[in-house]
């Protein structure tokens, strides 16, 4: 955690001096400290690079602690909100608002992302409970997989048909680069809520991966564990969803990435997974702004060029249909 903190402090420094265009360490001290809205470098440190830096800190955050969450509630290795299907779920529901009510808030945005993603969620469960014998990972896998192919499928025929590819361009392909400050402190909220939430619950989580019965033999309510679990997760799934858009793979990368270094304690993995999360996405967004400056990389698609090797990498890993952590 404090390695991961002593990175992340210094990439987000970087974060801050370099864009577009280089800006000098104090022009950037001046534009967080000594605000001038009529001087440009301070307009670009304090009202876009800098709510673009909280946005980016919010989602790895959000994106690793679901990951982790849900890997710990479903005992399913390969768990994560994108490729679950839950940000689907979000980004089409975000896509229904913009054709049915275009001039709601970011508030009521937040709400339809949540929808969206308990939607998301349920489906995925109630398709994974189809046939015989009881849900397993690889049904879980599968059920989000498709869920994420027909929600994406559907959202993009219907913004093709309805002309919605440019608003609904950040929601499609994952970007910070419009981030404004109204959308972090809308977002902050439910954020914090969920990580507290999360780390309340980090020792239920690690008693309950001890085996549903043990649980019970120790006084765990597991149906309560595993509620209060899934609102979490939907909680930072739909967070992030509104802020930047969908992005996948982080919330598997990083939980895996942590349980090398601190074992299957959630107390010690949902923080670890915080700090790295952040310094994850604050990292990939500097590189998506500089590789081909003064153009950018989305987001969400430079994660994925990172995620899918990592993703074969554990899928040929998991010999079995068990998960201990």
Not at 48 to 69: K, Q, T, W, Y
Not at 105 to 112: D, P, Q, T
Not at 297 to 303: A, Q, T
Request: with cysteine; hydrophobic share 55%; aromatic share 10%.
């Amino acid at each position: 955690m404090t390695f991961g903190l002593i990175l992340l402090v210094a990439a987000s420094s970087l974060f801050l001096l370099f864009g577009a265009e280089h800006t000098a360490f104090a022009d950037v001290m001046n534009g967080l400290f000594h605000y001038d809205e009529e001087n440009f470098i301070h307009v670009v440190v304090h009202d876009i690079r800098l709510p673009r830096l909280l946005a980016d800190i919010m989602v790895g955050v959000s994106l690793a602690i679901a990951g982790a969450v849900m890997q710990g509630n479903t005992k399913n290795p390969m768990a994560d909100s994108g490729l679950m299907g839950i940000s689907s779920g979000s980004v089409f529901a975000i896509l229904l608002m913009l054709l049915f009510v275009p001039d709601a808030s970011r508030l009521e945005r937040i709400g339809y992302s949540f929808i969206g993603a308990a939607a998301a969620t349920m489906l995925i469960y109630g398709i994974a409970m189809i046939g015989r014998g009881k849900i397993t990972s690889d049904r879980m896998v599968l059920a989000g997989m498709a869920i994420s192919t027909l929600f994406g499928s559907v959202t993009t025929a219907i913004m093709l048909k309805d002309g919605l590819s440019a608003s609904m361009m950040k929601y499609s392909a994952g970007s910070s680069s419009n981030t404004q400050w109204l959308d972090v402190t809308v977002a902050a909220p439910f954020f914090i809520i969920g990580f507290v939430v999360s780390i309340l619950i980090s020792r239920m989580l690690t008693v309950l991966n001890l085996g549903e019965d043990v649980s019970r033999g120790l006084g765990a309510n597991v149906k309560f564990i595993k509620f209060l679990s899934t609102v979490v997760v939907l909680v930072l799934s739909a967070t992030a969803v509104i802020i930047i858009g969908p992005v996948g793979y982080v919330g598997l990368m990083v939980p895996h990435i942590v349980r090398y270094f601190v074992g299957t304690d959630y107390r010690l993995i949902l923080p670890s997974c915080a700090a790295l999360g952040a310094l994850f996405v604050v990292v990939v967004d500097l590189l998506a702004r500089v590789l081909i400056a003064p153009r950018e990389f989305p987001i969400g698609v430079l994660i994925t060029i990172i995620g899918v090797p990592f993703f074969i990498f554990i899928s040929r890993r998991q010999k079995n249909d068990s998960f201990a952590g």
